[in-house]
C-alpha cells in the first residue's frame, strides 16, 4: 500500500508525512513496498544509505533500528542511542528503548520507558508505540509479572477498542491460565474523585492521566495528595492500583494495606490484604526456607514400599517427559511428607 503523505511520521515527530519529510515520501514508499515483499535485508540496506545521505530523519532511524532489532543485528544499540540522541522525547525511539531494556536487561525498567514513550505521544499514538505495549506485555509476563503485564494488555485493547484480536486472544489466555492467582486476574476499577473534596480537581486530573494509560504521572500526582487524602479508601485503591501496573510490587502493597486499615466492608479489606500478600511473594513476610537433603538408598523398592504404606506420606504423580526431553533417567516416584497422616474423611479432621 502506498505511503499516504498525510498520515502520520512513521519515526513519531507527531507531524503528517507530508510536513515532516516531504523530500522522502517516495523513499519511504519504496521501503513500504520492499517490507510487504519480504524483502527485510534489501530494505535495511537501502535504509542505512538513506540514513547516511539524510541524517538525523526520526522516519529513518526508526525503521532502520526496528529493522536492526528484528534481524538480531548489533548494529540495533548504537543506532537506538543515536536516535534516542538525536530525538530524546520521540515517543518511537522511546518505545524502541523499552523493549531494549526489557529484553535485556529488567523487565519492570522497561516500564518506565513506555511510559515516557506513552505521555510523549500526544493525541495520536504511532503503530509502533502500540505494538511495543503488547510486546512489553508478553516480556513481563513471561517474567512472571503478571499484573504490569495484564494491565498493558488491556491497555492495548482498550487503544484498539476491543478491535484487536491478537489483544483479545492473549487476555483471554491469561485469564484462562490456571496457574495465574485468581487475585491477578481482576482489576478492581478506579474510584471517582469524591464529590466537595477540597482536593477534588486534583484527583481527577491525576484520574484523567491514569484512564490514558499514563500511570506513572497518575501515581505521581495522587501521591502528592497524600497529605490531604489519607483518610479516602478510593485514593488508597487508585495509588495501589497504577503503581502495581508499574511493577512497584512494596509501593502498591503498602497503599493496599492503608486501604485496608480504614473504613471499609471487611470483604474489601480481606481482598485488600491477600492482593498484597501476594504482591510480596519476593518478601521474606510470610515465607519459609526451603530445605534440600539428600539420603543414598540401597534398596529403592524397599523405600517405595514403606513410604507408601505410611499415611504421613502421599504418592505425586509424576510426568516423565521432561527428563526424557533431556536424555536423563526419571525419578522412580515421588512423595509429599506431611506432618499427620491423612484423614480419610472429613469427619476425621
Avoid at 523487565?107 to 505495549?133: F, H, K, N, T
Avoid at 506513572?216 to 487508585?238: M, R
Amino acid at each position: 500500500m502506498p505511503i499516504d503523505p498525510y498520515s502520520p511520521c512513521p519515526g513519531g515527530t507527531g507531524k503528517k508525512v507530508k510536513f515532516c519529510c516531504p523530500d522522502l515520501v517516495q523513499e519511504l514508499d519504496k521501503l513500504q513496498r520492499m517490507l510487504e515483499g519480504e524483502q527485510a535485508i534489501g530494505a535495511l540496506d537501502h535504509v542505512r544509505k538513506l540514513d547516511e545521505k539524510y541524517p538525523g530523519r526520526a522516519c529513518l532511524e526508526s525503521m532502520r533500528v526496528s529493522l536492526e532489532t528484528a534481524m538480531g543485528d548489533s548494529a540495533a544499540d548504537a543506532t537506538l542511542a543515536s536516535f534516542l540522541k538525536q530525538h530524546p522525547t520521540n515517543c518511537v525511539a522511546l518505545s524502541e528503548k523499552a523493549l531494549q531494556v526489557a529484553t535485556h536487561g529488567d523487565p519492570l525498567a522497561g516500564i518506565d520507558w513506555l511510559q515516557q514513550a506513552i505521555e510523549a505521544c500526544g493525541s495520536e499514538m504511532p503503530a509502533r508505540v502500540y505494538d511495543a505495549i503488547g510486546a512489553l506485555a508478553m516480556v513481563l509476563l513471561s517474567a512472571g509479572h503478571v499484573v504490569p503485564a495484564r494491565a498493558h494488555m488491556q491497555l492495548q485493547l482498550g487503544l484498539s477498542q476491543g478491535r484487536d484480536e491478537r489483544a483479545v486472544s492473549t487476555l483471554l489466555q491469561l485469564e484462562g491460565a490456571a496457574a495465574v492467582s485468581v487475585l491477578l486476574k481482576s482489576t478492581a476499577p478506579f474510584e471517582a474523585a469524591p464529590k466537595g473534596a477540597s482536593w477534588e480537581r486534583a484527583f481527577q486530573a491525576a484520574l484523567d492521566e491514569a484512564h490514558l494509560g499514563h500511570w506513572k504521572k497518575g501515581a505521581e500526582d495522587w501521591a502528592a495528595l497524600t497529605a490531604q487524602a489519607a483518610s479516602s479508601p478510593g485514593f488508597w485503591q487508585n495509588l495501589a492500583t497504577v503503581r502495581s501496573f508499574l511493577g512497584k510490587y512494596s509501593e502498591a502493597v503498602e497503599a493496599l494495606r492503608k486501604f485496608a486499615a480504614l473504613e471499609v466492608s471487611l470483604d474489601d479489606a480481606v481482598e485488600a490484604e491477600a492482593l498484597a500478600q501476594v504482591l510480596c511473594k519476593e518478601e521474606s513476610d510470610g515465607q519459609v526456607d526451603e530445605i534440600s537433603l539428600t539420603y543414598t538408598i540401597a534398596d529403592a523398592e524397599a523405600v517405595q514400599e514403606k513410604l507408601a504404606a505410611d499415611r504421613r506420606f502421599e504418592r505425586l504423580p509424576l510426568d516423565t517427559r521432561a527428563w526424557a526431553e533431556q536424555n536423563e533417567p526419571p525419578p522412580r516416584a515421588a512423595f509429599s511428607m506431611l506432618d499427620r497422616p491423612v484423614v480419610a474423611s472429613g469427619k476425621e479432621i
